[in-house]
Every structure is written in structure tokens, then in C-alpha cells.
């Protein structure tokens, strides 16, 4: 049976668990929360790409992706974002809701799930 491996953790959560192949992520929030919509996205994907780096995956092998925004009325901001950095041919099985965020000032959080 493989062991589990934690990436980043610190007392309340770690970023990324691997296990059995399989990298899960936490839910990624940007580090500026006074950027836009599409700005958010794009910092929040970047740390899913050094994430997945890491777990030696990467966004091709995304099983499942769930996206939060804070306003749907912003979706097409965060797919601008989203669509310039999904690997053509690779979209993943994704589901985007609204939702209220940990921080009022975040637009966007973002769950993966990735094979290895």
C-alpha cells in the first residue's frame, strides 16, 4: 500500500496530499486579493502548475477541477484566465459555482485533482 505524502503543511492543512498516483490539492486562492477576477485566476493556476510540479504532474493529467467564485458575474473573467491556460485537448472534467470565500477580497478559489 503506498504511504501518503503531505506537500506544505502547516497546522490547519497542507496544500497537496499524494496518494496511490494521485495528487489531490487544497483549495488555491491568489496571493494579491486586489487584482481582478482574471488576475486571481491566473496566480491561483500558477500555483497549481508549481503544485503539480511537484507531485511530478502536471495540468495535462488534471482528473477533476472545482472552481469557486465569489461572483458569478465574473465567470467570463475567470474563464479568460482559465482558457488561455488549459492544455488544448486536455480540459478536464470541471464544476464552477458561486460561492462565499475565507476572505471577502478573494474573487476565486480553485480545487485539482490530478494523476500522476
Do not use: C
Amino acid at each position: 500500500m503506498s504511504s501518503i505524502k503531505r506537500f506544505h503543511v502547516a497546522k490547519r492543512l497542507s496544500d497537496m496530499a499524494v496518494y496511490n498516483g494521485v495528487a489531490y490539492l487544497a483549495g488555491q486562492v491568489p496571493d494579491d486579493a486586489k487584482l481582478d477576477i482574471t488576475g486571481q485566476t491566473e496566480q491561483v493556476l500558477a500555483t497549481i502548475d508549481r503544485l503539480l510540479a511537484e507531485a511530478g504532474t502536471d495540468k495535462t493529467k488534471i482528473l477533476m477541477a472545482q472552481i469557486y467564485v465569489a461572483n458569478i458575474k465574473e465567470f467570463d473573467g475567470m474563464n479568460k484566465a482559465w482558457d488561455a491556460w488549459v492544455a488544448d485537448g486536455n480540459s478536464p472534467p470541471r464544476a464552477t459555482v458561486e460561492a462565499r470565500l475565507a476572505n471577502p477580497d478573494f474573487k476565486v478559489e480553485i480545487i485539482v485533482t490530478a494523476a500522476i
